[in-house]
């Protein structure tokens, strides 16, 4: 069982990243695709199929070390089937029999996973869940999604779609979600929210480092130029992580009273505001959740980065639960 | 495997009830105590055992066929150990190792659990849960309770105290809490909360037949007067239960998002409104939950009423899980 491999692929709106990744969660070889260059859902298939084929040969793993190929992606999955009903960035892809295409070009098993329930797989496997059984995996980005592992496995609901954090009502009357509901959470944590309400802010006459960083350019401000500001002191940047990170908590103090998680991972875009944003978390955790799911649970930064996505492919073959 | 017994026990703050049940969920003997009988634990232990030896006496079962007694307690339980950590109600029981002492007392297997999750699997293999296996049992009362079932098992969490939908935050800002958080479900549904409300309307000169109903007393208002005058055709109580279902449907909304289950099962005292609560709860999810989870989930009436606590207190043995 020692030398025993998978190939990860995390298909996104922009890259189509791959890794063949060990039984220890170590990558040996990576290779990148820019998804924009296919036109047609069979034509970017053929090109993984390609790529996985040239990672394969270069490897020359011994015979049966290559357990198979795992690909997340970014929408709706039936896992079993390993069918995807549809895409939120890409078109044409409504229900792709992913597993039966991608299948029979390797000839290598294939499992096909939503791209945030393998980020959580491979945080719980090899990154910030190592040693917890029951995590809860955040993504902050423009959406806001959600992993769940129960017991040690990824748990994907009655219908595949567990996890959406983002869509958890964080006030009783809000603002109108994409999603048709009301005052989701994703809907004032969102990157794009941000942005919006800070320039707002600014337009309002606000006084901030921000408009300094970005000079007159207001469209250039992203949530880094936030933190940027923040750590350099700006009080009116340090209050706004504070309220976002208050918003955050209130909604995992639900997830955490519902759950009693071992762990909450928190990774993506504004992750990395770090303790600007994990403080007001915590502190509004602590404030407001129950005492004994409160004591049992950490909340911590998601540690894979950017490779949390292949790597938790990789470990569809790494768990026991391989689907054929 | 057809003619198993376990005895199931329901620990309440008033009764103390007891039921022999068989493995397809029927109860074939009964008996009830008052809870106020017994001035300490050891007493109430002691008249639990004996009530046991003489259901089991009169039931004259084959060797074998009695499986043994499963004991439901309204507080924080650790399963796998027996062990009471302490009861909402009553007071003595603090670090109570139940499964031990009454096991001593009566030769037989004991397993102890918290009285909504063992209302959740009574509802899950006999009730309103059957053929389902992800499902969300809601317990609405003086305090609004929890379980939930994944996979078709019962999932208590990490620190045996998952399940608080009463304490997911309905509201940003809210009334403070006697768990100590803020804005909890249970601060704007549970029975208490729902009466003064009313009762404050009342006050202010709301013209409502509740008032016909109740007299001038006041304090004789309970749900069931607001049932009644609602059924009656009584504008003022009908909006009143759209106003509270509202409530449970937005909590509702989010624990669908996270968790898509395939049954979310409500019982307990106000949800005998029946569909003057249900309408407005199904409403609200189908205006507010994402279209997957929102057409996977059926919304229903717990089935088994006063009895789901010693059935599902017995049906612990039924469920292969047995933890000696």
Redesign the interface.
């Known amino acids: 069982l020692k030398n025993r491999y998978a190939v990860g692929i995390d298909i996104g709106g922009t890259y189509i990243k791959l890794a063949l990744v060990d039984i220890n969660g170590r990558i040996s070889r990576r290779s990148k695709l820019s998804t924009s260059n296919y036109r047609t859902r069979e034509e970017l298939i053929e090109a993984v199929a390609s790529e996985v084929k040239a990672i394969r040969a270069e490897a020359s793993l011994p015979r049966g070390a290559l357990l198979g190929a795992g690909i997340g992606v970014p929408g ?1 999955v039936d896992f079993k089937r390993g069918m995807v009903y549809n895409l939120t960035n890409l078109s044409g892809w409504r229900n792709t029999p992913l597993k039966k295409m991608l299948g029979a070009k390797l000839g290598l098993p294939v499992m096909v996973d939503n791209d945030v329930n393998l980020m959580a797989l491979g945080e719980y496997r090899f990154g910030a869940g190592k040693g ?3 995590i809860i995996c955040l993504t902050l980005g423009t959406g806001v999604g ?1 992993g ?1 592992i ?2 040690g496995a990824l ?11 983002g ?6 009357d809000g603002l109108s979600c994409n ?4 005052g989701c959470l994703e809907c004032y944590v969102g990157n794009g929210y941000l942005v919006e309400e800070i320039k707002a802010e600014i337009r309002a006459g606000v006084r901030t480092m921000i408009t300094k960083l970005t000079g007159k350019n207001v469209s250039a401000i992203t949530p880094e130029t936030i933190t940027q500001a923040a750590l350099k002191g700006d009080k009116f940047s340090i209050d706004f992580w504070n309220k976002v990170g208050r ?1 955050l908590g ?2 995992l ?3 955490i ?6 762990r909450i991972i928190i990774g993506g875009g504004i992750a990395d505001a770090g303790q600007l944003l994990f403080g007001p978390i915590r502190r509004t955790v602590n ?7 409160r ?3 950490k909340i911590v930064k998601a540690k894979l980065g950017n490779d949390a996505g292949v790597i938790g492919a990789a470990s569809l073959f790494f768990t026991g639960e391989v689907i054929d």
Request: charged content about 25%.
């Open positions: 709706l917890a059984k029951n959600g769940i129960i017991d748990y994907r609901g009655s219908t595949f779609s567990a996890g959406e954090i869509h958890m009502p964080l006030k009783e999603c048709g509901g009301r918003r209130i909604t103090t639900g997830v009273n519902l759950l009693n998680p071992e404030e407001r959740a129950l005492p004994i799911p004591r049992a649970v």
